[in-house]
């Protein structure tokens, strides 16, 4: 509820035009501890999917909220054999402990096929999947995890799984390891999906890492994985 009613309360003045009809209903569902209530305002108010993710495009499938418990964020939805593979990620109703969300969207019926949540290493903290790659019947989906809660002691580490196409089985899940990086770093792909490619019989992951414990520049990488 602390979550909520800050929000409410410290709403941005750019934002004060917007959320106008709405503020006052954030306010008063958050007093009463009605958090969900007050979250749904709060992100119809801004016009967004869940508190701290971007406008949905218009043209893009909905995703399937009666399966998500508490907020999602979409981060990308990409055109596949047979559908579209949705990527991001579902957390708690402050939008916390988020984890990776995977759907595939059939092309024919325009309905959800199946639903996935990769899960991520049990001394981690939260985790989204970012970008999806179609290869025949194989999806092959980025993990971007963070190891700890307070943002200035975590690390950032990168996971590709592979899943069936047909049924989102995962058949396989493996840590990106960085060439060159080593102590204590953070690496990240941007959204581009050229970031994640098909290379011969190779999936290419592209991105940046950095030393968490040095003063240092961005430092870009380039990892070919076989699975």
């Known amino acids: 509820m602390t979550t909520i009613f800050a929000l409410a309360s410290t709403v941005d003045a750019s934002a004060q035009e917007v959320l106008a009809t709405h503020k006052a209903q954030v306010i008063d569902q958050a007093k009463r501890a009605d958090i969900k209530n007050a979250s749904k305002y709060l992100t119809e108010g801004l016009g967004l999917r869940s508190i701290g993710t971007q406008p949905s495009t218009k043209n893009e499938p909905n995703p399937s909220h009666s399966i998500v418990s508490g907020t ?125 490619r098909k290379q011969g019989d190779e999936t290419v992951v592209v991105g940046k890492y950095r030393r968490v414990d040095a003063d240092e520049e961005d430092v870009p990488f380039s990892v070919r994985l076989r699975m």
């Open 72 to 196: 999602y964020s979409r981060y990308a939805a990409t055109p596949v054999e047979g559908g579209t593979c949705l990527v991001g990620a579902e957390g708690d109703e402050d939008g916390m402990n988020r984890r990776p969300h995977v759907e595939l969207i059939d092309a024919e019926a325009g309905r959800l096929r199946w639903i996935k949540k990769p899960s991520i290493p049990v001394d981690h903290y939260e985790g989204r999947a970012t970008h999806c790659l179609g290869v025949g019947n194989s999806l092959f989906v980025l993990l971007q995890i963070d190891t700890h809660s307070q943002r200035s002691l975590s690390q950032t580490v990168l996971h590709l799984v592979k899943l069936r196409a047909t049924d989102g089985l995962i058949e396989s899940d493996a840590e990106v390891s960085i060439p060159g990086a080593f102590g204590a770093y953070s690496a990240w792909v941007a959204e581009d999906a050229t970031n994640l």
